[in-house]
């Protein structure tokens, strides 16, 4: 009913606004496999065994209609996500490739469970339900729609809003949250950007105590992109900017946020990243470095991951950081090996315990509608170590530490 209602209205005042704009429908669907060998210290090998295998498949209808200096966006998801991990997790709230499956937490909420088993489940949301405006110089979007900030290639410091994992395979589409966006254009080529998101706390009430505020201004001077911007983020105080240069065929990027904790204490993450395009014989190619630094990490793994320090767990369980401790180098790119085939190729290292993990992809894209895409991602390390398994509290077990194979087929309509 509540799906109902909010498609009626966008598409109710999408009518309203002038018959003379034209309804725009495409579709997307999509299929995600993952097989997954787990080491012998995984917890969820002792109680469910080794391989396990999962998949997630969704179907997604775009509709859009622009109105003069108006559009309405709504985005209509149809998700079915199990295997054996959905079981052994008890359903985390996401599709193996970090599609949300809950709007617990957001202010509206548009998911529903159709049908739920022991393995399964499947659910329909609206991911995107927004009306923008554009005017020459200003704008705003309003409704549930995404927002990107900063530079980050694998790591993404900068992004407080649904960031994606540094090994999330379908990056596509970025999970919507329930916004306010205004943009303002000046005269001498700056911008300004607002952004407040709602939420709802434990207790399913909205408070200001779990919502987002924040403001960015962005120029460029000379060849030089500048953005600095300040954010009050649940109960802390943000801070940060970005700074891109190119250099010769380069281009050189850095991200600083500065966290001020409720509690007084101050937090100071941030990537550094380069990444340039040429032809290796003949084929196109691409490759990057980055560095980053995770100031909620800590330099020694605890005997679990429930000793982990409180800020750094707030985070993990928002989806805001991904990683437990500190420092990190990725190195990576891609190659065209023929104008259907391209091999991406990604590498973490933790440089704290020296434990990493490798994801190599190969796609197949026969057509503008359509893309094959086959990879493996592969933990390096020993238990007790970040990607090698992370330990567990009062048994003698890890979590982590797994070799995956995945295979993605999507597909436009």
């Known amino acids: 009913m509540r799906l109902l209602l909010a498609v009626s209205v966008v598409l109710t005042l999408a009518v309203l606004a002038g018959e003379a704009s034209a309804l725009e429908l495409d579709a997307r669907g999509k299929l995600f496999g993952v097989g997954t060998a787990l080491p012998e210290e995984s917890l969820q090998r002792q109680i469910s ?9 969704d179907l997604r209808l775009m509709f859009n209609q622009e109105v003069e200096r108006f559009s309405f966006d709504l985005h209509y998801d149809l998700i079915v996500n199990g295997g054996d991990s959905f079981a052994y997790l008890t359903n985390p709230g996401v599709t193996l490739d970090q599609s949300s499956t809950s709007d617990r937490f957001r202010l509206m909420d548009l998911t529903w469970t159709v049908d739920s088993g022991e393995k399964y489940q499947i659910v329909q949301r609206l991911d995107r339900l927004a009306a923008q405006y554009r005017g020459e110089t200003w704008g705003f979007i309003v409704g549930r729609q995404a927002v990107t900030w900063g530079s980050g290639i694998v790591f993404q410091p900068m992004d407080l809003i649904s960031p994606f ?10 999970n919507g949250d329930d916004m306010l966006v205004v943009d303002k254009l000046f005269g001498d080529g700056s911008d300004l950007q607002f952004v407040g998101v709602a939420r709802r706390d434990l207790e399913g009430d909205v408070t200001t105590d779990v919502a987002s505020a924040a403001l960015k201004w962005r120029k460029f001077l000379g060849g030089v992109e500048f953005e600095v911007f300040g954010a009050k983020h649940y109960e802390d105080q943000v801070y940060g900017g970005a700074v891109r240069i190119p250099v010769g065929g380069a281009l050189l990027r850095t991200d600083v946020v500065a966290t001020r904790l409720s509690g007084g204490d101050w937090r100071v993450s941030g990537v550094v990243n380069a990444d340039i395009s040429f032809d290796l014989g003949e084929r196109p190619t691409y490759v990057f470095a980055e560095y980053y630094h995770n100031d909620f990490g800590v330099h020694t793994l605890p005997a679990s991951v429930l000793l982990l320090p409180e800020p750094l ?49 190969l796609s197949y894209v026969p057509s503008d509608q359509a893309t094959l895409e086959a990879g493996i991602t592969w933990s390096i390390g020993h238990a007790g170590e970040e990607f090698g398994g992370i330990p567990l509290l009062g048994v003698d077990a890890t979590t982590g530490g797994a070799f995956q194979g995945f295979l993605r087929w999507v597909y436009y309509f």
């Open 49 to 57: 065994g080794t391989p396990a295998y999962d998949y997630a498949a």
């Open 165 to 174: 994992a540094p090994t999330t395979v379908d990056t596509e589409f970025k």
């Open 313 to 361: 767990t707030e985070r993990l369980a928002r989806g805001e950081v991904f990683n437990l401790m500190r420092d990190y180098l990725a190195v990576g790119g891609s190659i065209q090996w023929h104008p259907l085939w391209t091999q991406t190729l990604t590498v973490i290292g933790n440089l704290n315990d020296g434990s990493g993990v490798l994801q190599t992809a």
